[in-house]
């Protein structure tokens, strides 16, 4: 498989991961344990916007830790392998967005157009929460022996893992 051809397979997967509706949440906790959650999600200018429940254990931690890693994956009834679903995981530095500023009303307004009116209600309980996720870096398995890291806004440059290269990136 051509360099070219890589980068294609590379922007396509992640185009095609990115227009799904939620992610898989990785957060810890003030004792050091790790949680895993989901959120329903839009992208605008280029970072990831959430919209959870401040009574959520996530919420808790995204406010006190400020990163996290986020996952998009293949729905299992798409997958040709189960083994080998399709997955994008970005490490992200985590930004509360006030709900009425002008970077939050155009958030929400992004995310309404992508979720649905729900996001109108959400947004008006005052213990939901609007997060900014700044996407710093990037891992995407297409399959099998097909694993590649990258910034966000570089796909050109990603470089596949290896057994050589695996355990540094």
Do not use: W
């Not at 898989?24 to 790790?34: F, H, I, K, R, W």
């Not at 155009?106 to 609007?130: I, R, S």
């Amino acid at each position: 498989m051509s360099e070219q051809h890589d980068i294609a397979e590379i922007q396509a997967a992640v185009t095609r991961l990115q227009q799904l509706d939620s992610l898989v949440l990785a957060t810890v906790g003030q004792d050091g344990v790790p949680l895993a959650s989901y959120a329903p999600f839009a992208e605008h200018d280029g970072c990831l916007y959430v919209l959870l429940s401040g009574l959520s254990l996530h919420t808790q931690n995204l406010q006190r830790q400020q990163q996290a890693n986020v996952m998009l994956i293949e729905d299992e009834a798409s997958a040709r392998n189960i083994f080998a679903r399709a997955r994008l995981n970005y490490m992200v530095s985590v930004t509360t967005i006030e709900k009425d500023t002008t970077d939050g009303i155009a958030a929400l307004q992004t995310m309404k157009a992508k979720l649905g009116k729900t996001v109108d209600v959400l947004g008006e309980l005052p213990d939901f929460m609007l997060f900014r996720l700044q996407l710093e870096k990037a891992r995407l398995v297409t399959g099998f022996g097909r694993a590649y890291v990258f910034m966000p806004k570089d796909v050109d440059g990603a470089v596949q893992l290896t057994e050589k290269n695996a355990k540094t990136e």
